[in-house]
């Protein structure tokens, strides 16, 4: 697949097919994205792959947990609320509409909401789940570094067929995947990502997020 193709045809897909990722195909994708720059080449990103039985007992533990603690849902790294003001804030409503228009949840409906956010710790039925972290020592700079290795491997799994979404939702309710997946206590828990073949006849997966236009966010120097 061109490089041209894979960028449009990567979508973050929130339904999957059963269907198993076989584990040379993970660990391809993985090496793959490893080509991934870094700064200095520290190579940052760590990830935990989870499937089979104990991908089944992160998703009992987490969820379980979610229902008891709903309000423990802060990461565990430090997160400013920037993304609560404008231009942002507008852009993450359009896209909750959309979705939520799609998987046909009705504005306001908090139970409903909370259940279809849930499906972010069933990683959204995908086989597969990677759940990133990053040694607590490290900057923003090295968060760079993982969020290039996430989108590398990302475009890869798009061209071999397989479809992911990346998924911020797996730094809430820590605990209890720090728990289960036994991260080192100098490693926080910063993104999961779902990895599987898509759904094709879910709706949800007909999504296509909106983009600004370049001009909303380039200023020009000397050209
Ligand atoms: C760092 C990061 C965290 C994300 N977290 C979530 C998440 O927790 N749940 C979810 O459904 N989508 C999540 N997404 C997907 C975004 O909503 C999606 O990338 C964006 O709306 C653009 O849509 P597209 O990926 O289909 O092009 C995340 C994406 C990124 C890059």
């Given at each position: 697949m061109l490089l041209?193709?894979?960028?449009?045809?990567?979508?973050?897909?929130?339904?999957?097919?059963?269907?198993?990722?076989?584990?040379?195909?993970?660990?391809?994708?993985?090496?793959?994205?490893?080509?991934?720059?870094s700064g200095t080449n520290i190579q940052p990103w760590k990830v935990h792959v989870v499937a089979g039985e104990m991908r089944d007992r992160l998703v009992a533990e987490v969820l379980a947990y979610r229902d008891a603690y709903p309000e423990d849902d802060k990461s565990e790294f430090p997160r400013p609320p920037g993304q609560r003001k404008e231009p942002y804030v507008g852009r993450a409503r359009t896209l909750g509409k959309a979705?939520?228009?799609?998987?046909?949840?009705?504005?306001?409906?908090?139970a409903a909401n909370f259940a279809q956010?849930?499906?972010?710790?069933?990683?959204?039925?995908?086989?597969?789940?990677?759940?990133?972290?990053?040694?607590?020592?490290?900057?923003?700079?090295?968060?760079?570094?993982?969020?290039?290795?996430?989108?590398?491997?990302?475009?890869?799994?798009?061209?071999?067929?397989?479809?992911?979404?990346?998924?911020?939702?797996?730094?809430?309710?820590h605990t209890a995947t720090r728990r289960v997946l036994n991260v080192p206590d100098g490693d926080y828990i910063i993104c999961g990502v779902s990895l599987g073949y898509p759904d094709e006849t879910a709706p949800v997966n007909t999504l296509v997020a909106d983009r600004e236009p370049v001009e909303s966010f380039t200023t020009w120097h000397g050209i």
């Open positions: 041209s193709d894979a960028l449009r045809a990567r979508m973050s897909v929130r339904a999957f097919k059963p269907d198993p990722v076989p584990r040379e195909t993970i660990e391809a994708l993985l090496q793959e994205a490893t080509r991934a720059p979705m939520y228009g799609l998987i046909g949840i009705p504005k306001g409906d908090k956010w849930g499906r972010n710790y069933k990683f959204f039925d995908a086989p597969v789940g990677l759940i990133f972290t990053i040694d607590k020592d490290l900057g923003p700079m090295s968060y760079l570094d993982v969020g290039l290795y996430i989108q590398t491997l990302m475009l890869c799994a798009t061209a071999r067929g397989l479809g992911t979404c990346a998924q911020g939702a797996w730094n809430q309710y």
